[in-house]
């Protein structure tokens, strides 16, 4: 089988890439960055290093070619394919979408039968619905039917730790050797791909929350707490004993959410923390915090990491105090090269804190929670003032 996978970064190359290959699959990666596109047509291969508790090993990925995504010739491989997968960043899915149409456009015109699955696997909830909202918002109506009956949107949770290298080999990854891709059985079209170590479900929805609200919410709260104390590193953040428990409090906070939403058991709720927590812990899976907490304004959204386990716990009563402390470390993220940090600073200075916050975060203005955002953001700017 062949597939075409858009973004050739770490989980594409790391993660979906590499299992696509070692399910036999045909990989072709698109992405906008020429050396990396020429890196992997020139070696036709790539090492991976999977690291485990005790023990580590290398492999080569293979069966692979690459194609800038901005390549004409990217339709016809479209419309050769049977699987599409995205790893690019929420953010560039309507780019994707523009691409897909153009590709879907030129299957009708050859008159194809062949179904086509689409899997968009981003830190976004239900991304692949998302990106079939954005095809079609721009495929000419008459073309709907067409989608809908040959093209299928299948939306899905990933999740691994692939921390960034610095090697001489542009195409090496290191990774951990847990990971899960759970996908909506049913999304698909025609028959169910066989790909290894992905798991098909009728409840998708709470692995996706499970998911954004235990690793991607600690992971964003160790990091923003980390760059406050100048830390560089995951694991610098999370030996520092203070942040530790912050971040512990915070996954437990959202737990309760989890639990009580989706009548999860306590005690392995409890149990997928802690090993969380041990992956927070791995050295070699240490990623650099500026690259955890880039777009803020992002994160910062109502179905997003931090907000969305917030406003659970208002709903259903629980505690949520560590999970603030991570709220308003956020907004002082501040990263001359990030776009999103950078306008969340000009707001903060143009109109104030509480107007900021309410306006990126969708929060009631007079709120018990705003209150408690707000008493928080100045804690820390009285423990900066004295740094």
């Known amino acids: 089988m062949k597939s075409l996978h858009f973004g050739a970064g770490n989980i594409g190359r790391g993660f979906i890439g590499k299992t696509l290959s070692e399910s036999g699959f045909n990989v072709i990666f698109a992405d906008v960055?020429?050396?990396?596109?020429?890196?992997?047509?020139?070696?036709?291969?790539?090492?991976?290093?999977?690291i485990g508790t005790n023990q580590e090993k290398i492999i080569n990925v293979t069966n692979i070619s690459a194609i800038n995504s901005n390549n004409p010739n990217i339709i016809k491989i479209i419309d050769?394919?049977?699987?599409?997968?995205?790893a690019v960043g929420s953010s560039a899915l309507?780019?994707?979408?523009?691409?897909?149409?153009?590709?879907?456009?030129?299957?009708?015109?050859?008159?194809?039968?062949?179904?086509?699955?689409?899997?968009?696997?981003?830190n976004k909830i239900k991304a692949s619905s998302f990106l079939k909202k954005e095809v079609l918002k721009k495929l000419p109506i008459q073309y709907h039917n067409y989608l809908n009956k040959y093209v299928g949107f299948i939306d899905c949770s990933i999740d691994t730790i692939i921390p960034l290298v610095n090697d001489k080999d542009s195409l090496f990854l290191i990774v951990e050797n847990f990971k899960e891709w759970i996908v909506d059985l049913a999304q698909f079209k025609g028959t169910i791909p066989k790909i290894i170590d992905m798991k098909v479900s009728n409840n998708l929805?709470?692995?996706?929350?499970r998911k954004l609200l235990t690793l991607n919410t600690g992971h964003a709260i160790a990091a923003y707490l980390g760059l406050i104390k100048k830390y560089q590193t995951m694991h610098e953040a999370i030996s520092d004993k203070e942040i530790r428990i912050?971040?512990?409090?915070a996954m437990k906070e959202s737990g309760l959410v989890l639990i009580k939403r989706y009548n999860f058991n306590k005690n392995d709720h409890l149990a997928y923390i802690k090993k969380i927590f041990l992956r927070f812990e791995n050295p070699f899976l240490s990623d650099r915090l500026e690259r955890i907490a880039r777009n803020p304004f992002q994160k910062l959204g109502k179905e997003e990491r931090l907000i969305k386990p917030l406003l659970g716990a208002i709903k259903y009563q629980l505690p949520y105090s560590n999970l603030v402390k991570g709220i308003a470390a956020a907004f002082h993220y501040q990263n001359l090269n990030d776009l999103e940090s950078t306008k969340i600073a000009s707001l903060i200075r143009k109109q104030g804190f509480k107007k900021t916050l309410i306006e990126i975060c969708h929060l009631p203005i007079n709120s018990k929670e705003v209150d408690s955002i707000i008493l928080e953001y100045n804690s820390i700017i009285k423990k900066l003032n004295k740094l």
């Not at 050769?80 to 995205?86: A, E, M, Y």
């Not at 994707?96 to 456009?105: F, V, W």
């Not at 912050?246 to 409090?249: A, E, Q, R």
């Open 33 to 50: 960055n020429q050396d990396i596109v020429d890196a992997i047509n020139r070696d036709k291969k790539y090492s991976v290093k999977i």
């Open 80 to 86: 050769s394919v049977d699987l599409i997968t995205t």
């Open 94 to 122: 309507d780019k994707i979408a523009s691409i897909i149409i153009r590709g879907i456009i030129l299957k009708i015109q050859n008159k194809s039968v062949k179904i086509l699955n689409i899997i968009a696997c981003e």
């Open 205 to 209: 929805n709470a692995f996706i929350e």
């Open 246 to 249: 912050i971040v512990k409090c």
